[in-house]
């Protein structure tokens, strides 16, 4: 059996879908693409048991077939060649695979499709259509506040949560949290879900301006994403969200209006003096100053910078870990941010200055006790 097809188009499709693939796969035979043709249609999978994904090409062919292709030595064989079409030819008896380009023939071998496991359907679900753009940035909010903590599962991905009227993304790892909610989006469901850090990774790579928008269907155990010419499936963490709510401070009196990037800056080149093991800063804000200090007992290390802001409240001291506050500016695109606090043993808020309308953005920080 024979088919060919341009080597860019589909080294673009399995560059897309390759990042699925486990370097140590618990089956096999998940090292490989499974190729299936029908008609002229070329459908490739990649899947690592928990997550799957799915790109279909238009090829020429003239029977059906289906095999699994080791897709390292794919990948890069197709990666090095120039753009020409390859015609792969499929031996169904050995399972071997010739693929033969203008100037070189390639051989290697493949598997029995039947030995691949099946992609699992998201039937009896709810579905919403949701703007790629607005996806995009609503996972670039969440994921940074993951945790990779596998006692705490729950935390291991993003908390999605579609109303009649809303969505509400979520991610917290117990030292960070964040909660973006779009008023644009909606479906009229009481369904909440879990979605894997590693899945939303993948799908995040794949939003570009070429998507207009991305279909999302979900059940109980299931989430499907739907875009373009790729679509993924992957299984829900099935355990119960923490009641994130109840986390965020009410009554936060003290609140810093400041300069985002310069904040950053100064985060950035203050925490280099900060201890390797805590990276404890320290926030001193009175009048329109805010100090920020950090010191390295171990090696007699210690910075301190001077910054302009707006401030209202009692004077504060409070202390957080540099490389979480810097992660959670750094993902925010706003000229300025307000932090409100309470006290400082209590969690500190950032906001975002400038925002689109429909968009809600709380970030929260836990504080690290002050020596």
Known sequence: MKFIVSSSALSKQLAAIGGVIANNPVVPILENFLFEINGKQLTVTASDLQTSMTTELVVEAQESASIAIPARILL?????????PVTFSINEGTYS??????????????????DFPQLRLVQKGVSVDMDAKVLKKAINQAIVATSNDELRPAMNGVYMDFSEDSATFVATDGHRLVRYIRSDVGVAT????????????????????????????????????????????SRLI????????????????????????????????????SNRTTHQIKLSIAGSELHVFAEDFDFSNEANERLTCEYEGDDLEIGFNAKFLIEMLHSLSSEEVEMHFSGPSKAGLIFPKEKDADEDILLLIMPVILK
């Open 97 to 114: 695979v010739e693929i033969s380009s203008d100037n070189g023939r390639y051989r290697l071998a493949g598997e029995n499709a039947t």
């Open 190 to 233: 009481q369904q909440p879900f879990i979605v894997p850090r590693k899945t939303l990774t993948l799908l995040n790579a794949l939003l570009s301006h070429e998507h207009q928008t991305v279909n999302i269907a979900f059940n109980d155990s299931n989430v499907y994403f739907k875009l373009a010419n790729i679509s993924m499936v």
């Open 238 to 273: 099935d355990e119960r969200y923490p009641d994130y709510e109840n986390v965020i401070p009410a009554n936060n009196t003290n609140k810093l209006t400041i300069d985002r990037i310069s904040f950053l800056s100064s985060l950035k080149r203050i925490s280099i003096y």
């Open 76 to 84: 890069e064989t197709l990666k090095n060649l120039p753009e020409q």
